[in-house]
T-cell receptor
Framework: SQTIHQWPATLVQPVGSPLSLECTVE??????LYWYRQAAGRGLQLLFY??????ISSEVPQNLSASRPQDRQFILSSKKLLLSDSGFYLC???????????FGPGTRLTVL | AQKVTQAQTEISVVEKEDVTLDCVYE???????LFWYKQPPSGELVFLIR??????QNEISGRYSWNFQKSTSSFNFTITASQVVDSAVYFC??????????????FGQGTTLQVKP
């Protein structure tokens, strides 16, 4: 069966510091991968998606970036965090485009 | 443009009551998927159901049932005989299936369900 992992689970970072969140999927190959952010007030917003290694599409311009160095690894990064980057970050995978997305446990980021 | 509206922000019921969560959507795609996810206090989104736009049959799974009506662009979710463990935030979501679609999920704002003992 497939499982999706995210780490760290929680993170408190000062403004201006770098960020690296990791997501890995097990039990499948060539998944579609997604990064979502859930800000306070609970709406979920798609940030990035990837259909393959090195292929990243951005949905919202911001100071975040994503990379996919391996088939089942998806990384969310920032060079300098802003207060507005605080939120709950969820990674998801799907077998194919427009198929059901399965979510990881999430990373709660607080920028102070 | 695609949009999902969950007009009910919060619902509070007493255990064993039935409760219906409303979801209305807008899309120009001729084929699409509709989803319901549950987000318990732990935060992880748990997949509940996917419905294809050409399949309007209602579905029942235990105490859960879903009513899809294309004519009113609604995909409502009913929990029968609610339990305290049903307390969570529930999200309705839409994904276009056309050739230009990326699989992006459009989420509603969610409905917080509180089931009191």
């Amino acid at each position: 069966s497939q499982t999706i992992h995210q780490w760290p689970a929680t993170l408190v970072q000062p403004v201006g510091s770098p960020l690296s969140l990791e997501c890995t999927v097990e039990g499948t190959s060539n998944p579609n991968l997604y990064w979502y952010r859930q800000a306070a007030g609970r709406g979920l917003q798609l940030l990035f998606y990837s259909v393959g290694i090195g292929q990243i599409s951005s949905e919202v311009p911001q100071n975040l970036s994503a990379s996919r160095p391996q088939d089942r690894q998806f990384i969310l990064s920032s060079k300098k965090l802003l207060l507005s980057d605080s939120g709950f970050y969820l990674c998801a995978w799907s077998p194919d485009r427009a198929d059901t997305q399965y979510f990881g446990p999430g990373t709660r980021l607080t920028v102070l | 443009a695609q949009k999902v509206t969950q007009a009910q922000t919060e619902i509070s019921v007493v255990e064993k009551e039935d409760v219906t969560l409303d979801c209305v959507y807008e899309t120009r795609d001729t084929t699409y998927y509709l989803f319901w996810y549950k987000q318990p206090p732990s935060g992880e989104l748990v997949f509940l159901i996917r419905r294809n736009s050409f399949d309007e049959q209602n579905e029942i799974s235990g105490r859960y049932s879903w009513n899809f009506q294309k004519s009113t662009s609604s995909f409502n979710f009913t929990i029968t005989a609610s339990q305290v463990v049903d307390s969570a935030v529930y999200f309705c979501a839409l994904s276009g299936r056309g050739s230009g679609n990326t699989g992006k999920l459009i989420f509603g704002q969610g409905t917080t369900l509180q089931v009191k003992p």
